[in-house]
C-alpha cells in the first residue's frame, strides 16, 4: 500500500510509525512544509517539501512562526506534483491545520480511499470523525490526544481510534530498585522555555517531602540557561537550599536520551496540559515509572497505581504525596518500572501499532486499496 504522511515537519515520534508501516512492505511518501527530515529515518522514506505561500511571510511578520504553520496554505503547483508523483491510497495527516487541510482536499480530489489524521483535542475528535466520514466516505481519526478516563491501551475513545506513537524497545537495562546506598534519581524532561512544563514544581514538591532517603533530580531539555523553566528550576533550588541535589542539562541529543533515561529511576512530568507527552512512553520502554499530572494526556498509556501515578493537574501536595510514595518504597519503583515496560511490550511497539492500522484500514495488509475501493488508478 502506499502510504503518503503529511506534517510540518518531521519530529523524532514520526519514527516509530514510519518505522513500522515499513516493515510491514508499504511504501511511503512524506510531505513536510517546513524543514527535512533526521537522518534516523534513513531510507525508509525521503520527505518532499511543499513550502508555505506566499501569505506566510505576511502571517509571520505580523503573527510569528506558529501562525505560519496553523494557518498558512501552501504552494498548490508543489503539492499537486507530489500527490501525481506519489499516488497514495492513505493520507495521514499529522496535525488538522490549514497545510494539512489542502493535503486533505487533494486527497479527496484524487480518489484516496481512506486519510486519517491524528493528534485532535479530545472533546471534538467523534464530531471531527463523524463530519469527515459524511464528507469523504471512507475517513477515520487516529489520536493521541485523549481525555480523563479513557480507555489506556487503546480502542475507540469519542469517536476516534487511540493509536499512540510506538517505540522500540531499548535494550540493555532490566527495570529494578535504586540500590541501596545511592539516591533516587528523578529524572524531568522539559522544554525550559514552555511555561505551561513547570519544571520547578518538582523542586518546591521535593522541599515539601518527608524522605526517608536522599533524592536527586536532573533536568533535560531543549532551551539555554537563560530560558525561563531553566531560571525558575535554579531559583527554586537555591530558595529551599536543593542546590546541590539539581543538575541542568541542555539541548540533548534526542539519540542520547535512552542513556538518560538507563541511569535514572522515576520520570516525572508536572505539565500542566500536555498533547502527548512522548517522554511516558519513552521513559516506560526503559523500564521507569513515571510520575505526571492527570492532563498529560499519554497518562493513558500507563495505568495509575501500577506502572505510574498521576495526580492532579493544579495539586502540589498531590505530587509531593506520590514523590513521597515512591522515593520511601523504593521497592514500588522496581515493580512498576517492571510493570511500565510490560504495558509498552504488550501495547506500544511497532508491531502492535502496525497491527492497529492494519485492523483499522480493511485490505492494508492485503496491499493496494484502490481497487477494493473503486478509487481511480491513477493520479493527476
Not at 499516488?87 to 487541510?101: H, I, N, T, Y
Not at 480502542?155 to 540500590?179: D, S
Not at 525558575?232 to 536543593?242: K, S, W
Not at 493513558?300 to 518504597?329: Q, Y
Amino acid at each position: 500500500m502506499r502510504i503518503l504522511i503529511i506534517q510540518k515537519r518531521f519530529h523524532p515520534n514520526t519514527y516509530g510509525y514510519v518505522k513500522a508501516l515499513a516493515e510491514r512492505g508499504h511504501e511511503l511518501g512524506m510531505v513536510v512544509h517546513s524543514g527535512g527530515a533526521a537522518g534516523a529515518l534513513g531510507d525508509l522514506v525521503q520527505p518532499v517539501q511543499v513550502p508555505y505561500g506566499r501569505l506566510s511571510r505576511r502571517l509571520a511578520r505580523l503573527f510569528g512562526s506558529k501562525a505560519v504553520h496553523r494557518f498558512a496554505p501552501p504552494q498548490i503547483t508543489a503539492y499537486a506534483r507530489a500527490f501525481r508523483s506519489f499516488r497514495p491510497d492513505v493520507v495521514l495527516v499529522k496535525k488538522l491545520r490549514v497545510g494539512a487541510l489542502a493535503g486533505i482536499l487533494f486527497a479527496r480530489l484524487h480518489a484516496v480511499p481512506w486519510i486519517l489524521w491524528r493528534n485532535n483535542p479530545p472533546r471534538r475528535t467523534g464530531a471531527w470523525a463523524r463530519a469527515l466520514g459524511r464528507a469523504f466516505g471512507r475517513a477515520a481519526t487516529i489520536t493521541t490526544t485523549v481525555g480523563a478516563g479513557d480507555e489506556p491501551a487503546g480502542g475507540w475513545i469519542n469517536g476516534a481510534r487511540f493509536l499512540p506513537y510506538p517505540i522500540e524497545l531499548p535494550g540493555g537495562r532490566e527495570p529494578g530498585p535504586p540500590p541501596d546506598g545511592r539516591p533516587v534519581r528523578l529524572l524531568v524532561v522539559v522544554k525550559y522555555g514552555s511555561a505551561r512544563k513547570r519544571p520547578e514544581w518538582v523542586v518546591e514538591a521535593l522541599a515539601r517531602a518527608q524522605l526517608t532517603r536522599p533524592v536527586t533530580i536532573s533536568f533535560v531539555g531543549s532551551g539555554g540557561p537563560n530560558s525561563r523553566g531553566a531560571v525558575a528550576v535554579r531559583e527554586a533550588a537555591a530558595a529551599h537550599g536543593l542546590s546541590d541535589r539539581v543538575t541542568l542539562r541542555y539541548s540533548l541529543p534526542h539519540e542520547e536520551m535512552n542513556a538518560v533515561y538507563a541511569s535514572h529511576d522515576v520520570l516525572v512530568l508536572p505539565s500542566r496540559g500536555e498533547p502527548f507527552g512522548m517522554v511516558v512512553l519513552e521513559a516506560m520502554a526503559n523500564g521507569l515509572p513515571v510520575v505526571c499530572s492527570d492532563t498529560v494526556w499519554s497518562k493513558c498509556c500507563l495505568v495509575d497505581g501500577e506502572s505510574g501515578l498521576i495526580f492532579p493537574t493544579e495539586e502540589l501536595d498531590g505530587l509531593r504525596l506520590r514523590l513521597e510514595a515512591l522515593c520511601n518504597h523504593p521497592e514500588r519503583i522496581g515493580a512498576m518500572g517492571a510493570a511500565a515496560r510490560r504495558r509498552v511490550e504488550n501495547h506500544y511497539t511497532l508491531g502492535a501499532w502496525a497491527d492497529a492500522f492494519e485492523e483499522l484500514v480493511p485490505g492494508a495488509a492485503a496491499g493496494s486499496l484502490r481497487g477494493a475501493a473503486g478509487g481511480k488508478a491513477g493520479v493527476g
